[in-house]
């Protein structure tokens, strides 16, 4: 069966520091990876999604970046973080084979930045 | 444009009661429709889906959900809802679209004990 870790759960980070969040996927190969946030009390925002190795697609302007350096495995980044950087982060992934697949999530990052 | 809406921000039921959330769709075609729960702090689960076929579809947690076509709607039922029922709920929609789905900006679900 296939599972998604994320980590950290949670991470305080003080202005300007820089930040890594990982995500890897397993039982499965050349899945859709995603990158979401989630503001306080807000929806589901999308940061950035891949189809491929080497392949994202930014969906917003932001002080974040995103990469894929192995199949599985999908990053997201920063050089030096702002205080609206805080919010809790969602990666999930689906089939890139099959129409209409469902999203799979991560249990999140809760990142407070001080 | 495509778009999602949960017209209900917050939602409060008693204990035992029944439940409806509603979710409202923009888009031409049949797209393929879902709902999730996010319990606080957590990831989304998926709840169920809906690709074709009998419009009535069940889910886990004893939630099922209605597509109807003339209404661009999806709404999530469950008979008697349960204290551990108090969560968030998500309507998402894959139009097709590059790859993403567009998502119900959620409702939250409270149970008066």
């Known amino acids: 069966s296939q599972t998604i870790h994320q980590w950290p759960a949670t991470l305080v980070q003080p202005v300007g520091s820089p930040l890594s969040l990982e995500c890897t996927v397993e039982?499965?190969?050349?899945?859709?990876l995603y990158w979401y946030r989630q503001a306080a009390g807000r929806g589901l925002q999308l940061l950035f999604y891949?189809?491929?190795?080497?392949?994202i697609s930014s969906e917003v302007p932001q002080n974040l970046s995103a990469s894929r350096p192995q199949d599985r495995q999908f990053i997201l980044s920063s050089k030096k973080l702002l205080l609206s950087d805080s919010g809790f982060y969602l990666c999930?992934?689906?089939?890139?084979?099959?129409?209409?697949?469902?999203?799979?999530f991560g249990n999140g990052t809760r990142l407070t930045v001080t | 444009a495509q778009s999602v809406t949960q017209p209900d921000i917050h939602i409060t039921v008693s204990e035992g009661a029944s439940l409806e959330l509603r979710c409202n769709y923009s888009?031409?075609?049949?797209?393929?429709l879902f709902w999730y729960v996010q319990s606080p702090g957590q990831g989304l689960q998926l709840l169920l889906k809906?690709?074709?076929?009998d419009t009535l579809v069940q889910g886990i947690k004893g939630f099922e959900a209605e597509f109807k076509r003339s209404q661009s709607s999806f709404n999530l039922r469950k008979p008697s809802v349960h204290w551990s029922d108090a969560a968030e709920y998500f309507c998402?929609?894959?139009?097709?679209?590059?790859?993403?789905?567009?998502w119900g900006a959620g409702t939250k679900l409270i149970i008066k004990p």
């Open positions: 999930a992934w689906r089939p890139s084979d099959r129409d209409g697949s469902p999203l799979h």
């Open positions: 809906y690709f074709s076929g």
């Open positions: 891949s189809v491929g190795i080497g392949q």
């Open positions: 998402a929609v894959d139009m097709d679209s590059n790859y993403q789905l567009i």
């Open positions: 039982g499965t190969s050349n899945p859709n």
């Open positions: 888009y031409g075609a049949t797209p393929y």
